[in-house]
């Protein structure tokens, strides 16, 4: 069974995240597998709240420490991973998905790739760009020969095997070498996969973690590009377009 996890903190990511869980709760048989995961420091929107009661899903919340003023997003959502893979069933996988997502369709792993993803294994969609670092002096630059192929952390597929997997992550992300530079969680996931855990990935399909124009077989669109500051983009509007349109069908 899966548990579509999206996590979020502030009004912005909030307000898509109500929106975004919600085209989930819609695409799902089973009421209460979807849930918004904010700090538990942090008080719900009133949005958030209306849409958890008209679309059944749940808000949850998780202790969350800030230990550092950089990277904040990264963090949370290193930290909310290794939190929540721990806590699931041995029958759940879970899906994490940004806020900025918009679930188009329901969603059917192929058989190979959820017995992996059982195993142990994390399902992720290549990247429209391989972002990996070249430049040898940054803290977080990988040998070719370690890189394998380069992720979006906006749709993450686990199941508790994985925990070990999303401890190192949250480990590396206090790091102070990766309180700085580009990128949030991704880089960090991105180092983790290259150095630590070679084999680590299974690829899933592109329509799983559609970032650009969608198609008939897209099944969940992604508004990449936020980095933390989803409040000042455009594609906030345009992500808020596609789920009031899925919403009202």
């Not at 180092?191 to 973690?209: C, T």
């Not at 669109?221 to 409040?231: D, I, N, T």
């Amino acid at each position: 069974m899966f548990k579509i996890i999206i996590i979020a903190s502030g009004n912005a990511y909030q307000h898509a995240a109500a929106l975004a869980a919600s085209t989930f709760a819609v695409h799902l048989n089973a009421p209460g597998t979807v849930c918004v995961l904010l700090p538990d420091s942090e008080e719900s929107s009133p949005l958030l709240k209306h849409c958890s009661k008209d679309f059944s899903f749940a808000v949850e919340r998780f202790p969350f420490t800030a230990k550092y003023r950089e990277k904040f997003t990264s963090q949370l959502k290193c930290q909310a991973y290794a939190w929540r893979t721990r806590g699931l069933g041995h029958n759940e996988i879970a899906l994490f998905a940004d806020a900025d997502t918009c679930c188009l369709q329901p969603i059917q792993l192929p058989m190979s790739v959820t017995t992996e993803i059982m195993s142990g294994r994390v399902g992720m969609a290549r990247d429209i760009t391989d972002r990996h670092f070249t430049d040898p002096s940054v803290p977080w630059y990988l040998a070719p020969e370690e890189r394998s192929m380069y992720v979006n952390s906006g749709v993450i597929f686990a199941s508790n095997a994985a925990q070990v997997f999303f401890e190192c992550v949250q480990h590396l992300s206090e790091q102070p070498r990766f309180l700085t530079g580009p990128l949030n969680d991704q880089k960090v996931i991105n180092y983790a996969l290259g150095k630590h855990f070679p084999g680590l990935l299974v690829s899933i399909e592109r329509k799983f973690n559609t970032m650009g124009p969608v198609c008939a077989e897209t099944v969940v669109a992604h508004f990449a590009g936020g980095a933390g500051h989803l409040a000042r983009q455009k594609r906030r509007h345009d992500h808020e377009q596609m789920c009031l349109r899925v919403l009202s069908d």
